[in-house]
């Protein structure tokens, strides 16, 4: 198959054909025969008509196998199809083991794990029998019955028909109805380690068995002979990491159960494979290696060999396939993984390795080897290699995995079967028995159907280079074994596809997937994606996001967030200008902006990644907003806002970020271009329409895209504290804020504005405005008080002064004034109490006037004259006390958003601005995106684009000559005044060189007459 390797399968049609080709190509003929040769070497036109019998005649059967599903693992720089019967990638089809992910290089045609048992069949033969799950090579029905002889997966582990996609936690449309539920009767993630709980950035599951596997007269079924196979059923699960330190490494998990009747005494687990370094047509060049000490084979292109990427062979990828953890043998007396522990069992009910930790002072005190990597039992505890206790708390919470449900066993002082570091989920507690057999024959000479050959490769100590052909289209076959196996008895084997820049970068991963797996894969993770969205605009781009990453919870570190970073790209691939560590090796891309906590946390992580320290920030503060100028109008922009934590420097980690994933939440396209003709800004209008506060609202429009004419209303609720207010839509009848108490500034996003209410703190003079009226003689200086206990009146004073008493005094000597106090924010008198000290009945200098109300006193003015060239108050003078006024009851606030528009007559105006770029056209421009790197090939689309146009207008097109040739209908949004062109007349053909005319006609606004070239 790959010797057509420019083909490119749509998953549209390859992976939709089990509904696609069930409705459309009924009764395909059953008699359709594979072509005598290797897939490999078939036509582009047999493989099709290979598809179509495959995914047509046998799924349209009422017996047939319609649970096939695929899914695409994407949560790192990894990304790879991969199905629900075992496949790793697919032959010729891409993304197929991409990375990195988006750049369309792909390092594998097709990879499946393999398990093979010795039985005795009824005719007396004693044979190995392999289940696989490979399309190419692959076993099945010779006589064109419906059956794969080989993994077909299991209903119920997804989501059923029309969804054709495996299970992923991060797409809860895609959980199968035989997923755990919840008390109201909601689906739950099927954790390892927990219902609901998910481990990894991104997992998903599914289930298969070999019951259709009638190749070999084996029954393991003695009740049921119709089901056949090895009787083995595995649980599959896929782990992907975000983090820096594990995003070149994607994790399967196959959890081995034999429901047969029948024992198994030698069965071998592995996985069958044909790497493709260099692109699917650059495969006869590849060469291979195993490290058995690591457990890892690896492959790499022919040094200084060219490669279907066009890229340098320095930049190409070394792919390697680790087997983290092996089926343990607990029979043979042997300690077969060297851990200082002899037939160890993760099913013994035996905490073996005394890892297992009551109470959080002991899990604090189980720290890890200062190296734990040696083979040594460094801090004398009994085991080797020991990582310790890294979230340092109780193990002791219960068989649901979960600290504080009280469930069974939950602080009973002993280890029951779920509580971590105990058996099942406690990978030391086997005897693995590692890497036992490799082999890298040239492609078809082995295939998966060969079970005898296979067996014979998969013997335990058949290792060596004598079994790798290098320079050559080599395939992978590795196992481990061998290993009895009794009914009901579960084995678990899992392996890390690995990728690496050259061979020191893979074998630093693999250490780093061997560390993720000692930790039972409960890796640390960043904190969670912020959901971000992007508003075009006219050379810019505003993005905005929410808070949700702050609030994650590490499994290790808790609550660890630092900071967010943007990025920003045109191809999906180059995220700013790379970072790299001394051997050319990219660590870290550098962002245009970067917001982080002001907690002092600041400067570069005191740890490094190959010599590389993360740039923390320097304590700018948290925002939630960005806007980036200066863009170019019509060229699309992908933007990623990344949340990163602040690392462990006791723990020797450094700060993790979250991923650029197109698609994710995190990772938004947009394209800026001109405003309309005619366009009219949005606009908020604030009324402050009831109350007298000197609180502050700032309402900034944020995605004038999504603004439509609304009227908001705020109330305010002073009754209980803290002080709160109220948002409600008055147009809508609804409320979108209800006792919200964010009165201190922060910002709030709410249906595209950002809200920010800043509250006085305390009623306190106004020192700046405090002072003589304009047109006041007096020069004495007054000093403002409050008494213990006074009473602070939120409202503005004055005391007017005349020659003439106006106003009596109380409480203490009541008596005549000449000056009067004023509530002049409600324009109301206030009593006053008149401390006359000389007792001349007239204001006079160190005189006080304090107000009083509610029986208690509150301000106190008091006067003192200069010593030379004093003027006393005197008719006419006003003193005014201005107080700072926080919120209060009586406080509304009526607030107006006026969506953007089109002025007719600005729009005329605009005409003049209509334009076409890039004009002239030469053969390409930079408005073209390129091809996606997925499924198609070329240069990309040609386009022009007009610019600045109305609302709505027609476009026609001319020759020089004056020949009609395009019509484009342009009915756009007041906030995109574009319109692309594809190069295409109406007839869909290319159009000429040479010079065109437009003419731009806008019903009731006018026209616009232009040139367009096209230079060849």
């Known amino acids: 198959m790959k010797y057509f390797t420019r083909m490119k399968l749509h998953i549209s049609y390859l992976l939709g054909a089990s509904l696609l080709v069930f409705f459309m190509v009924g009764p395909v003929s059953a008699q359709f025969k594979k072509p005598n040769k290797p897939m490999k070497y078939w036509t582009k036109e047999e493989f099709q008509k290979w598809e179509n019998y495959f995914d047509g005649y046998r799924l349209s059967k009422a017996t047939a196998h319609r649970d096939r599903k695929f899914g695409i693992h994407n949560g790192n720089k990894i990304r790879t199809l991969f199905y629900n019967y075992g496949s790793i990638g697919r032959p010729n089809t891409e993304p197929s083991m991409e990375w990195p992910i988006y750049s369309g290089h792909g390092y594998g045609y097709e990879f499946g794990p393999l398990i093979g048992a010795q039985v005795v069949t009824v005719q007396g033969d004693t044979i190995g029998i392999f289940d696989d799950g490979m399309i190419d090579g692959g076993d099945t029905d010779p006589t064109g019955g419906e059956n794969v002889w080989g993994w077909e997966p299991l209903p119920g582990y997804a989501a059923p028909a029309p969804n054709e996609r495996i299970a992923m936690s991060n797409d809860p449309s895609t959980w199968g109805p035989l997923f755990p539920k919840d008390d109201k009767g909601n689906l739950l993630w099927p954790g390892q380690y927990g219902n609901g709980k998910v481990t990894a950035d991104l997992e998903s599951y599914f289930v298969m068995d070999d019951r259709w596997n009638a190749e070999f007269g084996y029954y393991p079924f003695p009740s049921d002979s119709a089901r056949r196979g090895l009787g083995i059923q595995v649980t599959a699960r896929g782990y992907q990491y975000s983090a820096q330190l594990a995003e070149d490494i994607l994790f399967f998990q196959y959890k081995v159960k034999n429901v047969s009747k029948k024992k198994l005494d030698k069965v071998v687990v592995g996985m069958m494979g044909d790497p493709h370094i260099g692109g699917p047509g650059d495969f006869s060049d590849d060469y291979a290696d195993f490290n058995q000490k690591m457990n890892m084979v690896y492959s790499w292109d022919r040094v200084g060999s060219t490669n279907d990427f066009g890229i340098p062979w320095d930049d190409l990828g070394w792919l390697g396939f680790i087997l983290l953890q092996t089926p343990g043998n607990p029979y043979d007396g042997i300690d077969n993984d060297h ?609 600045h146009l109305p609302k709505d207008c027609t476009i026609r097109i001319y020759t020089i000559t004056g020949e009609h040739i395009k019509t484009i209908e342009h009915h756009g949004t007041a906030f995109d005044g574009s319109e692309s062109w594809n190069l295409l007349s109406d007839d869909d053909l290319d159009i000429s060189f040479g010079i065109y005319i437009y003419h731009v006609d806008v019903p009731g606004i006018g026209e616009k007459i232009g040139r367009l070239a096209i230079v060849k």
């Open 339 to 947: 851990d200082g522990f002899v037939d160890e069992s993760m099913h013994n009910g035996i905490d073996d390795d005394g890892d297992w930790q009551a109470t959080d002072a002991e899990a604090r005190a189980d720290t890890p080897e200062k190296n734990y990597t040696n083979g040594i039992d460094d801090d004398h505890d009994g085991r080797i290699d020991d990582l310790g206790d890294l979230d340092g708390k109780s193990d002791d919470v219960g068989r649901d995995g979960i600290a504080g449900t009280f469930d069974e066993g939950e602080g009973n002082g002993v280890p029951d079967p779920g509580e971590p570091d105990f058996d099942e989920t406690d990978a030391d507690e086997s005897d693995q028995m590692g890497l036992t057999a490799f082999a890298a024959p040239i492609y078809s000479t082995v295939i998966p159907a060969d079970d005898d050959k296979i067996w014979k490769l998969l013997k335990p100590g058949n290792i060596g280079s004598q079994n790798i052909q290098q320079n050559a289209d080599n395939i992978f076959l590795f196992g481990s074994g061998y290993f009895p196996f009794s009914p009901g008895e579960v084995q678990k084997y899992s392996i890390g596809i690995i990728m690496g820049q050259n061979k020191e970068d893979l074998f630093k991963n693999a250490q780093m997937a061997y560390f993720i797996y000692r930790l039972n894969f409960q890796f640390t993770k960043p904190p969670d994606l912020p959901t971000v969205h992007a508003v075009p605009g006219d050379g810019r781009v505003t993005l905005y996001w929410d808070d949700k990453a702050e609030q994650s919870t590490d499994i290790l570190f808790g609550h660890d967030f630092e900071g967010y970073a943007i990025y920003r790209s045109t191809d999906k691939v180059r995220w700013g200008n790379p970072i790299t560590d001394n051997r050319g090796i990219k660590v870290y891309d550098t962002p245009i902006a970067q917001f982080d906590k002001k907690d002092g946390v600041k400067g570069t992580h005191p740890v490094g990644t190959d010599g590389i320290h993360f740039y923390i920030g320097n304590d700018s503060g948290l925002r939630h907003t960005f806007v980036d100028s200066n863009l170019i109008n019509g060229i699309t922009y992908y933007y990623a806002v990344t949340a990163y934590d602040s690392g462990s420097a006791t723990k020797g980690i450094p700060p993790l970020e979250t991923p650029k994933a197109v698609g994710a939440s995190n990772v938004v396209a947009v394209m800026p271009n001109a405003p309309a003709a005619g366009y009219v800004p949005a606009s908020v209008d604030i009324n402050h329409a009831a109350g007298v506060s000197d609180a502050q609202l700032k309402v900034a429009i944020i995605d004038y895209t999504i603004l439509k004419d609304t009227q908001y209303e705020i109330t305010i609720n002073d009754s209980v504290s803290p002080k709160s207010f109220t948002l409600k839509n008055l147009t809508k009848n609804q409320v979108v804020l209800e006792n919200n108490t964010n009165l201190k500034g922060q910002k709030i996003f709410s249906n595209g504005l950002q809200w920010r209410f800043i509250d006085v703190p305390f009623v306190t003079p106004i020192d700046s405005l405090t002072k003589w009226e304009e047109g006041s003689r007096s020069n004495w200086n007054v000093s403002i008080s409050l008494p213990s206990q006074g009473f602070r009146l939120a409202r503005d004073v004055e005391i007017r002064f005349s020659d003439t008493y106006v106003d009596t005094s109380i409480l203490i000597k009541p008596q005549p004034t000449k000056f009067s106090v004023w509530n002049v924010t409600d324009n109301k008198k206030l009593p006053f109490v008149f401390l006359d000290k000389d007792k001349d009945h007239e204001l006079s200098s160190k005189d006080q006037i304090t107000l009083f109300m509610n029986n208690r006193p509150g301000w106190q003015f008091t006067f003192l004259a200069p010593a030379e060239g004093s003027v006393a108050p005197a008719e006419g003078d006003v003193f005014r006390l201005t107080i700072a006024k926080p919120l209060e009851a009586k406080d509304k606030y009526i607030i107006h958003v006026n969506p953007i528009g089109v002025d007719v007559n600005q729009a005329k105006k605009d005409l003049a601005k209509i334009a076409v770029v890039p004009n002239p056209y030469v053969a390409a421009s930079a408005l073209e995106p390129k091809p996606e790197y997925v499924f198609s090939a070329g240069r990309g689309e040609r386009r022009v684009d007009f610019i």
